[in-house]
């Protein structure tokens, strides 16, 4: 699964005892991009497989899902506003870059995690993964497939096993 995400990064950067508009800078910046929620394939091994030949029925466990680190948008993402003080104008002349993004994009890739893992994006993911590896299970001729998801390290001890596909479709 992949989600697109727009947030925005609000920064102030004052200095003590000077009015804004001798000295300061604001930087508003709108920041774009995506974040795949990804299930690794590579470390499946035969122990990942339970299959009762008799009941043509298999449950297969997986790795859990995890979220990739964000793509940023370059094309899309960019400064919405940038108030900046006089000195800081001025000073300017003087830097080969004075008003460069890029210290503003990792603080964007990081506001962008945050905005997928507050967001349904691993359920999303895991619902998808089930249904496709169902789906190929069936057409090897399993009449019952069940997908489960290891816990992930951050999960809590009590929380609730994945659906299964049936009860996805239910």
Do not use: C
Request: proline share 5%.
């Amino acid at each position: 699964a992949q989600g697109q995400y727009e947030v925005t990064i609000d920064i102030e950067q004052d200095v003590k005892w000077m009015p804004d508009w001798i000295a300061g800078e604001r930087v508003q910046f709108v920041a774009v991009g995506t974040v795949d929620a990804v299930v690794d394939f590579g470390r499946l091994t035969e122990a990942s497989f339970q299959v009762d030949g008799l009941a043509k029925s298999v449950v297969v466990t997986l790795d859990p899902v995890r979220l990739a680190a964000p793509v940023l948008d370059l094309e899309t993402s960019h400064v919405m506003n940038r108030d900046r003080g006089l000195l800081d104008r001025l000073g300017g002349v003087f830097d080969d870059s004075p008003t460069t993004e890029q210290w503003l994009y990792s603080l964007a890739e990081d506001k962008l995690a945050a905005a997928a893992d507050a967001t349904e994006l691993a359920a999303r993911a895991e619902q998808n993964t089930a249904s496709t590896v169902t789906a190929m299970l069936q057409a090897l001729g399993f009449d019952r497939v069940e997908v489960r998801f290891q816990a992930s390290p951050s999960s809590t001890p009590d929380s609730t096993p994945a659906a299964t596909p049936d009860q996805i479709a239910g």
